[in-house]
């Protein structure tokens, strides 16, 4: 499961994004500064409730929206693009070494 650090970060970056306002912006909101913001979105800090507060506000979003750990299609999609990837693999690397075993496995010798 993934930590808190990095369900708020991500949760903060998707709805900054979302509502078209820049890490500065919201931290200029939030009343806190934009290092402090950067920090945050970057899983270096975790704020203080009150700060909490104000980022939801900044945000116009309930503070529990921050800390929801509901998987996005996106991630979803790269998940699945991932295990796809590894099957192709898997199974080129079988189709070769299926190759490599069959051309130099030794040939019967019929006999008369």
């Not at 912006?25 to 500064?33: G, M, V």
Request: hydrophobic content about 40%; charged content about 35%.
């Amino acid at each position: 499961m993934a930590k808190i650090r990095e369900i708020l970060a991500e949760n903060i970056k998707e709805c900054r994004r979302k509502s078209s306002i820049t890490q500065s912006e919201l931290a200029e909101r939030a009343n806190i500064s934009a290092n402090f913001m950067g920090m945050i979105e970057q899983k270096r800090k975790f704020p203080a409730p009150e700060v909490l507060e104000r980022i939801a506000d900044a945000l116009e979003i309930d503070v529990s929206e921050l800390f929801i750990t509901s998987v996005s299609p996106q991630t979803e999609l790269k998940k699945l693009h991932k295990a796809i990837l590894a099957d192709l693999n898997q199974a080129i690397g079988d189709a070769i070494d299926k190759a490599i075993t069959d051309k130099y496995k030794p040939k019967k010798i019929r006999q008369k």
